[in-house]
């Protein structure tokens, strides 16, 4: 009975590098979410899939992010030429429906280090 | 545009003290509310939503419409009450946050 998982659990990463960000939802979830946290923050939405499509990316702040779940499971968030602004933890919640209407169900995070 | 707003980002009571976290919504639709709760070194889990009207672990919260807020209340605080709280609105399929409030509850 596993949650969502998430990996890496912490990332250390230099300023100008790519990082992959995985996320395994609970099986039978065709909902999937990426929210970023930054410190003393609430989530903020980045983007959702709703089986293989991004229903929604507006949330992704500029074209270094982008996301993919190409087989309507597994997704990964990906981030090019990193920022330390990039620092947070990014979290991904899976749910049955839409996150409006039914319950979202989080990892545990990705910690993100940007130097 | 949605936006939530929990004012307050500490909030310090006594045990058996009542509790209420304030949460404030600004949304041109019919929203759906929910609370989130994370306890130490646990993921966030949802508490409650508003259209059960249940209470969970004591707690209640009831949708305003007309002051547009979902107040979180509990009528005695207990130490494992103490946890990070945040609000969210649920409208075009995402969930929109606020900055969460820290409640602490002391012996």
């Known amino acids: 009975g596993a949650g969502v998982s998430q990996t890496p659990s912490n990332k250390v990463t230099e300023k100008g590098k790519y990082v992959e960000l995985r996320c395994d939802p609970i099986s039978g979830h065709t909902a999937l979410y990426w929210y970023r946290q930054s410190l003393g923050q609430g989530p903020e939405f980045l983007i959702y899939?709703?089986?293989?499509?991004?229903?929604?990316d507006s949330g992704l702040p500029n074209d270094r992010f982008f996301a993919v779940r190409p087989e309507g499971s597994v997704s990964t968030l990906k981030i090019q030429r990193t920022e330390r602004g990039d620092s947070a933890v990014y979290l991904c919640?899976?749910?049955?429906?839409?996150?409006?209407?039914?319950?979202?169900?989080f990892g545990e995070g990705s910690r993100l280090t940007v130097l | 545009a949605q936006r939530v707003t929990q004012p307050e980002k500490l909030l310090s009571v006594f045990k058996g003290a009542p509790v209420e976290l304030k949460c404030n919504y600004s949304?041109?639709?019919?929203?759906?509310l929910f609370w989130y709760v994370q306890y130490s070194r646990q993921r966030l889990q949802l508490l409650l939503r508003h259209i059960s009207r249940e209470s969970i672990k004591g707690f209640t919260a009831d949708l305003n419409k007309g002051e547009t807020s979902f107040h979180l209340k509990k009528p005695f605080a207990q130490e494992e009450d103490s946890a990070m709280y945040y609000c969210a609105l649920g409208a075009a399929s995402k969930l929109t946050f606020g900055t969460g409030t820290r409640l602490q509850v002391t012996l």
């Open positions: 899939f709703q089986g293989t499509g991004a229903a929604d």
């Open positions: 919640a899976s749910g049955v429906g839409a996150g409006n209407t039914g319950e979202l169900f």
């Open positions: 949304y041109s639709g019919s929203p759906e």
